[in-house]
């Protein structure tokens, strides 16, 4: 099994990035996806999800400035991330949950990535 992210970077207050996650070695389209990130201060946070059936839902602190998404003919989730604030700063990390219950939790999946860094700084 691997979740391989990518597509983090440096970018200042206000930018855009556009985060992928490249699933393999397990069948995509039967897990619940999502983005968490980690911040030294502020240790594991959930971000984004999708469900099995595309349902999405946000964190109240992107809301609006986040979009998740997949393609599971390619096997691979997205999170756009418009408006960045320096707040948003962390390692950003896919995560898939074979499970409804953990779809917001930061801490319960059953694969996780290694993480891409997304720096937003003036």
């Known amino acids: 099994v691997q979740l391989v992210e990518s597509g983090g970077g440096a970018v200042q207050p206000g930018g855009s990035l556009r985060l992928s996650c490249a699933a393999s070695?397990?069948?995509?389209?039967?897990?619940?996806m999502k983005w968490v990130r980690q911040t030294p201060g502020k240790g594991l946070e959930w971000v984004s999800s999708?469900?099995?059936?595309?349902?999405?839902s946000y964190a109240d602190s992107v809301k609006g400035r986040f979009t998740i998404s997949s393609d599971n003919a390619k096997n691979t989730l997205y999170l756009q991330m418009n408006s960045l604030k320096p707040e948003d700063t962390a390692v950003y990390y896919c995560?898939?949950?074979?499970?409804?219950?953990?779809?917001?939790?930061?801490?319960?999946?059953?694969?996780r990535g290694q993480g891409t860094q997304v720096t937003v700084s003036s």
């Open positions: 995560a898939a949950s074979a499970y409804w219950k953990d779809l917001q939790s930061p801490y319960d999946y059953n694969f």
């Open positions: 999708i469900s099995i059936s595309g349902l999405t």
């Open positions: 070695g397990f069948t995509f389209s039967n897990y619940y």
